[in-house]
């Protein structure tokens, strides 16, 4: 008996979209909850290939929402166990494994001849840097946040609208799962539906996910979606790019927002001395903004548009020195 026979009975599917999924070449990005719930069906639908990107190691308080892992992963990166237990599961599907963070330099070297592209990451700098791209080159992404009880997943690019159309601006504060706190299930449930929307996308299934978004609540148990198929790009004046340290040059006017050790051809401020000083560059500069995860920089970003009409770069840099 064919271990895909209970989907490929579908007439969704059949032997055709098999060979579909079989040939099919997927990026994702993240290692985490929603990837960790997303991944064992995509392997388990026999997707051919995988590319998986993470830089992070597991730890313990990852464990109730990451099931993939178990407590002997911990300390351990994370794409490492991911692609020990899915090899588990089918070791039909390639999979391919990068120990670190997609990033402006490198999102064309993972993005390129990909099917689709999954943004897993949860990280709002690795959205946009990904969005940006897919949107730039035709590309279908399959993008999810989950925080708290709730969580939403959007099909974007690829002919339809990019994330910025739907989240033009970031929020005001930087919650992530860390300091937030979010519950297991909701990130199960958003990573599950990326599985899904991947392989209607790789199946060709009507309607597209892309240009939808759902919304998924479990405190309140609701859920909610819009098409959003020809909603308006933010003109160029909104949006702010994210770029790497390396594409840095000496003629940028280069802020950073963190809290750190300084060094010379650095300006240093916090957001409040930024907004009271009304720092800008000359003329003819461009301003490189610099924070741990690129809210704070956007911030400065749109106050630093108030009153300068320069290029300005963002840089997300955790707190990695310059």
């Given at each position: 008996m064919s271990r895909y026979l209970r989907q490929t009975c579908l007439p969704e599917v059949g032997e055709t979209g098999q060979t579909l999924l079989a040939s099919a070449r997927i990026l994702v990005v993240g290692a985490g909850g929603l990837g960790c719930a997303a991944l064992p069906y995509l392997v388990g639908a026999g997707v051919g290939q995988i590319t998986l990107v993470d830089g992070d190691v597991v730890s313990l308080s990852n464990l109730h929402r990451q099931?993939?892992?178990?407590?002997?992963?911990?300390?351990?990166?994370?794409?490492?166990?991911?692609?020990?237990?899915?090899?588990?599961?089918?070791?039909?599907?390639?999979?391919?494994?990068?120990?670190?963070?997609?990033?402006?330099?490198?999102?064309?070297?993972?993005?390129?001849?990909?099917?689709?592209?999954?943004?897993?990451?949860?990280?709002?700098?690795?959205?946009?840097?990904?969005?940006?791209?897919?949107?730039?080159?035709?590309?279908?992404?399959?993008?999810a946040s989950a925080l708290g009880f709730k969580g939403y997943i959007g099909g974007f690019c690829g002919g339809k609208p990019s994330l910025r159309a739907i989240f033009p601006e970031l929020p005001q504060r930087a919650e992530n799962c860390s300091s937030a706190g979010v519950m297991g299930p909701i990130v199960g449930t958003i990573g599950c539906l990326q599985a899904q929307f991947t392989l209607n996308l790789l199946l060709n299934i009507e309607p597209s996910p892309l240009g939808?978004?759902?919304?998924?609540?479990?405190?309140?148990?609701?859920?909610?979606?819009?098409?959003?198929?020809?909603?308006?790009?933010?003109?160029?004046?909104?949006?702010?790019?994210?770029?790497?340290?390396?594409?840095?040059?000496?003629?940028?006017?280069?802020?950073?927002?963190?809290?750190?050790?300084?060094?010379?051809?650095?300006?240093y401020?916090?957001?409040?001395e930024f907004d009271q000083q009304q720092a800008q560059p000359h003329t003819h500069q461009r301003a490189v903004l610099v924070c741990r995860t690129g809210l704070t920089a956007w911030r400065a970003a749109r106050k630093l548009q108030t009153y300068w009409q320069g290029e300005i770069k963002l840089i997300a840099l955790g707190d990695d020195p310059l």
């Open positions: 099931v993939l892992y178990r407590e002997a992963d911990v300390d351990l990166p994370k794409v490492e166990c991911a692609k020990r237990h899915l090899d588990d599961l089918n070791n039909n599907c390639v999979i391919t494994t990068h120990f670190t963070t997609l990033t402006p330099s490198n999102v064309d070297v993972f993005c390129h001849e990909m099917d689709v592209i999954l943004d897993c990451a949860d990280n709002f700098a690795v959205s946009y840097v990904l969005s940006d791209y897919c949107h730039a080159h035709n590309l279908k992404l399959v993008s939808q978004l759902v919304s998924i609540d479990l405190h309140n148990l609701r859920q909610s979606g819009f098409r959003f198929d020809d909603a308006p790009e933010p003109s160029e004046n909104q949006l702010l790019g994210f770029i790497d340290t390396d594409e840095v040059t000496s003629q940028d006017w280069l802020v950073d927002l963190r809290k750190i050790n300084k060094q010379e051809g650095v300006q401020f916090t957001l409040d």
